[in-house]
């Protein structure tokens, strides 16, 4: 099979033939899958620099999130088969053509949703919709605050505090990035390149009524951008930390959390998924349902072929990519 292979960490993956799975060796519980397209995101960027929460031991390739078709199953495996359509959370390898995936992340693809929007949508949607729903448990006329809004992300918690019923202040860089956050269904967008985030949510707030700021923060860029959001928060809010795009972990004053009774939630989706199996169960049900009715709608601003791969991590490391970029696995046989 083709794939994108990474020798070390640090080093620059290289585009080879690469052996097929082996089915016989499939271990109980795992499903080999021929990949139909593979979801990009930041932390493929970090996993290649051994700098992701999991690191693989020796050769890998990245990608996180698959569609695609069964083509064996291991021992044990029973709600899916051979011949089916499915997408799945690999712990790593979706860049290749064939992937093995744990069974307990593998799910059918009900009909209507494609491959290309079930690639795009487990890990950008299910981070969103668990983290606002589950861990900041947002109520209706609440004011959430999202930044990096037109991202893969962000932009999906636009979407996913809106069906909350949340008011939502969305963060961007430029005016195209704004506009995208404002088609998506946000309620006030920030220009962060040319205005202050801290001032601009402290006066959108009070015309809202709540001059004292915010009750969420969506966060998945760290770095200054935190430091303005705790700036701008009400007393109780909750501060989600997704991830660090900026590249500067922030460094939490405890003081600042202890004089306004601030929570700083931590949310990893992949961990989250395994530690609460039946949530993870009843909440991915209800993300496609929606994704099935098209109540949610991934927007996938380019579809690169997989040898293209390199492209879509550039575009990304770069911070030019704007909703979700996807892999066509299927483009090299």
């Known amino acids: 099979m083709k794939a994108w292979v990474c020798n070390a960490f640090g080093e620059k ?9 082996v089915v016989s060796a499939l271990q109980p519980g795992q499903v080999l899958i021929d990949v139909a397209a593979c979801g990009v995101n930041f932390a493929d960027t970090l996993i290649l620099l051994g700098k992701y929460q999991k690191r693989p ?4 390739s990245p990608g996180f999130e698959v569609s695609g078709t069964v083509r064996a ?12 359509a499915v997408m799945a959370l690999p712990d790593w390898g979706g860049y290749a053509e064939q992937v093995i995936a744990d069974g307990r992340f593998v799910i059918p693809l009900p009909d209507g949703v494609g491959f290309n929007n079930a690639a795009a949508f487990q890990i950008a949607y299910g981070t969103s919709w668990f983290a606002l729903k589950y861990r900041a448990d947002v109520k209706p006329g609440e004011i959430v605050l999202v930044h990096g809004a037109a991202g893969g992300v962000g932009l999906t918690a636009v979407e996913c505090a809106k069906l ?18 404002r088609d998506h269904g946000a309620d006030h967008v920030i220009d962060y390149k040319t205005e202050n985030i801290r001032d601009r949510v402290c006066g959108i707030t009070a015309t809202l009524g709540q001059p004292k700021g915010v ?3 969506y966060d998945p860029v760290g770095g200054d951008v935190f430091e303005q959001s705790l700036r701008c928060v009400a007393p109780g809010a909750r501060m989600l930390l997704i991830g660090f795009a900026s590249g500067t972990v922030p460094q939490i004053p405890a003081n600042i959390l202890l004089v306004k009774n601030v929570t ?39 579809v690169y072929r997989l040898e293209q791969a390199m492209d879509a991590l550039a575009a990304i490391r770069d911070r030019t990519a704007t909703g979700k ?9």
């Open 13 to 21: 993956p290289q585009w080879v033939d690469a052996p097929d799975p």
């Open 57 to 60: 031991d020796g050769p890998f």
């Open 73 to 84: 199953v291991g021992a044990d495996v029973t709600h899916v088969k051979p011949g089916d």
């Open 164 to 181: 909350l019923g949340a008011t939502v202040i969305a963060t961007a860089g430029g005016a195209d990035k704004c506009q995208i956050a």
């Open 215 to 217: 009750d969420v923060v």
């Open 264 to 302: 700083a939630i931590g949310f990893y989706f992949g961990a989250y998924l395994e530690q609460n199996p039946d949530i993870a169960q009843q909440g991915m049900a209800d993300l496609l349902g929606r994704l099935q009715s098209g109540a949610i709608r991934p927007m996938i601003s380019h």
């Open 325 to 333: 970029l996807v892999i066509d696995c299927r483009a090299s046989r």
